[in-house]
């Protein structure tokens, strides 16, 4: 029996659908891969997910096109939800580690409790960025504060505090991420 006849079988069972998981799992994985790259791990997980919903949505099949394609497109649209996810964690974390909130409150490093985490991020930072960086946070130092301290202009202190988030953002990133694999293992 054909993958379109019998994904239109009302009643398909658990044998006839891991017929079509064995017969279809190495392309699906394919599609998956092309997009998912850097994330192995999760591969497999979407692989299910995207049978999953074949499963559970199959009456939508309307056999305009293989079932294969109707599959890979399944497909490609779990590995954009993954990847969408993926990013709206990582703007979440950022945005609340390191960008400066628009109340006035300056608290984005007291957010972060790892503040080792922090050290590294900051260790590529020159000395002067990382002393106004930590100031302006921790410390709470006003922007004027810090142009009279340091001789530049407020308008330069912002600029160099954006710029510094900037740069230590990724590195905040990456570095939780793999802290997080250390956790996790």
């Known amino acids: 029996m054909t993958a379109t006849a019998l994904i239109r079988i009302p009643s398909v069972d658990d044998v006839q659908f891991a017929d079509l998981y064995i017969r279809y799992r190495p392309a699906v994985a394919r599609v998956v891969t092309k997009f998912v790259r850097y994330h192995p791990d999760d591969r497999e997980d979407i692989v299910q997910n995207v049978f999953l919903r074949a499963f559970r949505f199959r009456d939508t099949f309307r056999g305009d096109c293989q079932f294969s394609t109707w599959l890979s497109q399944i497909a490609f649209t779990e590995s954009m939800m993954f990847l969408r996810r993926l990013k709206r964690e990582e703007s979440c974390f950022t945005g609340q580690l390191l960008v400066e909130p628009s109340d006035g409150s300056r608290d984005f490093l007291d957010r972060l409790a790892d503040t080792e985490l922090l050290a590294k991020s900051m260790s590529g930072l020159p000395q ?24 530049y202009t407020a308008s330069n202190i912002k600029t160099r505090l954006f710029r510094a988030r900037n740069l230590v953002r990724p590195r905040v990133l990456a570095l939780s991420r793999v802290m997080k694999k250390g956790a996790g293992a």
């Not at 960025?129 to 301290?149: G, P, V």
């Open 128 to 151: 002067h960025d990382r002393q106004l960086l930590f100031r302006a946070h921790s410390e709470q130092a006003s922007h004027e504060d810090l142009a009279i301290e340091t001789g």
